[in-house]
């Protein structure tokens, strides 16, 4: 594991103008992805760059430049990086050989690693003392995270000393099985001559999302299925089968509550509890169909006016939701805004901070992009890994400790970010970017 400072870059260019590639299909995105993800080999292949939608062109002029830099990276694992996700002073990763770890953000320290499943660890969420880790051995396993020296303060536990993971459940519990077992109508066939409770995954869980009062975490799987689990006792109050026709890959969820899903058969579908009409589960309420390839990212602003959706066609379409003809009882009225294109290769990964929208690539790129009352311009193209980029996070520098930072020599109020990003070359790449808040439209 080594630490390193690069210079920084300072940059004020658009970046809506695509590679040179879109009259060739990119099945190669990486030396290595014929050795990953097998059974949907076509996640990390690229498809023809989607050409329906019109690119979201800048209107305004930045008048000072955008500072970015590679602040340092770390080899968290001897395979590559399949999930990752911030939580205080800590950031977790997951490896595609069953490997949980958690790392000291200020100086890459490794607190613990521990060994879960079979297969990769496909996603990570983290709600106060407990990590949700999903895997693709078809499992979701609940960790309670404890500082090994128990007399520390809770603060500490977010700090510097080693971490331990004790684990608290497998889901579907054992209880939760049992109890459904012996009711025919809990079966559901999952192929000829067998079944088993609509309680299990069946396939790999792709993708996991928490509630805003962390009360409940949201699933999806390659098996299709939605799901629905109470995170005090563990228990899974609803399955949505066949939400999709093939697998699912992305989840996201906005603050009232709408839950959309992002699948391989190309459709985005929102889906939420219409409490007037007194339903207890979930129903469908919009289906958004614009991708020309099977979506691998979602990502919704803070506010859920705005959903990202990232796909194999090397286009992050942007959609606005209206929220002045939605109501509890019908369904919502979501519209496409455009495409943001730059990327060469499928786009695999998203994150969302403040106005800000990070991508990430097959093409090995991280793209940060600002979206100002529907303008958007690419602020800086970050270049460094020499694989296809699996899993980013970011925040805000308000929220969390860097190891250096860029030279701040913008006139006026800045904002800083830090965005992590982990790809097939094994490594997490920490970078900073500088954008001055003080942008004007013409």
């Avoid at 000393?161 to 099985?177: F, I, N, Q, S, V």
């Avoid at 859920?304 to 796909?311: D, K, Q, V």
């Avoid at 979206?371 to 970011?394: D, F, M, N, Q, W």
Wanted: charged share 20%; net charge neutral.
């Amino acid at each position: 594991m080594g630490i390193f400072i690069m210079e920084c870059h300072q940059t004020s260019f658009s970046c809506n103008q695509q590679d040179n590639h879109d009259d060739h299909d990119h099945r190669d995105s990486s030396d290595r992805e014929d050795q990953i993800d097998l059974q949907y080999p076509s996640y990390f292949s690229s498809q023809r760059s989607l050409q329906s939608i019109p690119s979201l062109a800048s209107n305004f002029k930045p008048q000072n430049h955008y500072q970015f830099c590679l602040i340092s990276d770390f080899k968290p694992h001897s395979t590559y990086l399949s999930a990752l996700t911030l939580a205080g002073k800590l950031v977790f990763t997951g490896s595609s050989d069953r490997e949980i770890g958690s790392w000291n953000i200020n100086n890459s320290h490794n607190n613990n690693i521990v060994l879960a499943g079979n297969g990769a660890v496909k996603s990570l969420v983290v709600s106060g003392d407990k990590l949700f880790s999903a895997h693709q051995d078809n499992k979701i396993r609940v960790w309670k995270i404890e500082n090994e020296n128990e007399d520390s303060s809770r603060e500490d536990k977010n700090n510097q000393h080693a971490m331990k993971y004790t684990r608290l459940a497998t889901l579907p519990t054992l209880g939760d099985r049992a109890a459904k077992l012996l009711l025919p109508k809990n079966q559901v066939k999952i192929r000829r001559h067998k079944s088993c409770t609509w309680v299990h995954h069946v396939d790999t869980v792709s993708a996991l999302a928490l509630s805003p009062d962390d009360r409940f975490l949201y699933s999806v799987s390659w098996d299709r299925t939605l799901k629905l689990w109470r995170t005090t006792d563990f228990k899974c109050l609803e399955s949505i089968t066949n939400a999709h026709d093939d697998a699912i890959n992305a989840v996201a969820l906005s603050s009232d509550g709408v839950v959309y899903t992002g699948s391989a058969d190309r459709k985005i579908k929102a889906w939420r509890k219409r409490i007037s009409l007194g339903d207890k589960k979930h129903s469908l309420v919009c289906t958004l169909e614009k991708h020309n390839s099977g979506i691998n990212a979602l990502a919704l602003s803070n506010d859920g006016s705005f959903l990202y959706s990232g796909a194999s066609d090397r286009s992050i379409v942007v959609w606005e939701r209206i929220f002045e003809n939605d109501s509890e009882d019908n369904t919502i009225n979501v519209v496409v805004l455009g495409a943001l294109r730059g990327h060469g290769k499928a786009i695999l990964c998203l994150a969302v901070v403040e106005d800000l929208v990070f991508s990430g690539s097959a093409d090995k790129t991280v793209r940060v992009w600002r979206g100002i009352e529907r303008s958007y311009s690419c602020l800086a193209v970050l270049e460094g890994h020499t694989g296809p980029i699996k899993c980013l996070t970011a925040s805000s520098s308000s929220s969390s400790s860097t190891v250096e930072d860029c030279d701040t020599t913008s006139s006026g109020g800045v904002n800083s970010y830090v965005i992590y990003s982990g790809g097939l070359d094994c490594l997490v790449k920490v970078w900073q970017i500088i954008v001055p808040n003080n942008q004007q439209f013409l």
